[in-house]
């Protein structure tokens, strides 16, 4: 895979990735440029529900399901922040269109829609995002500490959130035993 292309795409964390805080992870990469790259984890859950998220925000929420939605963890930088990850729509303030099947919302006005159930079809809610400064990523990539994966939003936005790595792993049709835990380039 071409790395000038790597928006909407999936970094997949290979075995060599001891850090807890990226191993076995999956992210979906919303930026990538000469100037750096910004991902989310979307395998990752925090402690928090969206119940709590919307508590701390004042949206007033009163469908159970949505109250107890898992919260994921988007990466270690700027954990105050919070992003939705969603199928398309451009109503709300601070959206950018990542792919065709996902965008990406930094405002509040989204909350406030998924709580009285008027939100994107799809959606994950994020706190903190992962990003990489000029030229790192690719220096992870040619040490093979990540591979990459086409993404797909029945993976992106999939219940089975213990299986998404594995999911997206799949598509690359070859079987992770036979993946070195060692890295190198031959």
């Known amino acids: 895979m071409n790395n000038d292309n790597l928006i909407n795409q999936y970094l997949l964390a290979t075995p060599s990735i001891k850090d807890p805080l990226f191993a076995s992870s999956m992210v979906y990469l919303c930026d990538h440029s000469k100037d750096g790259s910004m991902g989310m984890v979307v395998n990752h859950l925090a402690e928090q529900r969206l119940g709590d998220i919307l508590e701390q925000l004042d949206i007033h929420c009163f469908t159970q399901s949505i109250l107890d939605l898992p919260v994921f963890i988007g990466g270690p930088v700027n954990l105050q922040q919070g992003f939705v990850l969603h199928s398309p729509a451009s109503k709300w303030e601070k959206t950018i269109q990542v792919g065709p099947d996902t965008s990406l919302t930094s405002s509040k006005d989204i909350l406030e829609a998924i709580a009285n159930d008027e939100g ?49 792993f799949d598509t690359l049709g070859f079987n992770l035993d036979k993946l070195s835990p060692t890295t190198g380039n031959a």
Request: no cysteine; hydrophobic share 40%.
């Open 120 to 168: 994107p079809e799809q959606f994950l809610v994020l706190l903190g995002f992962s990003g990489w400064s000029a030229g790192q990523l690719e220096q992870e990539l040619q040490n093979n500490s990540w591979l990459t994966a086409q993404s797909s939003e029945n993976i992106t936005f999939n219940e089975n959130i213990d299986n998404k790595w594995q999911m997206a």
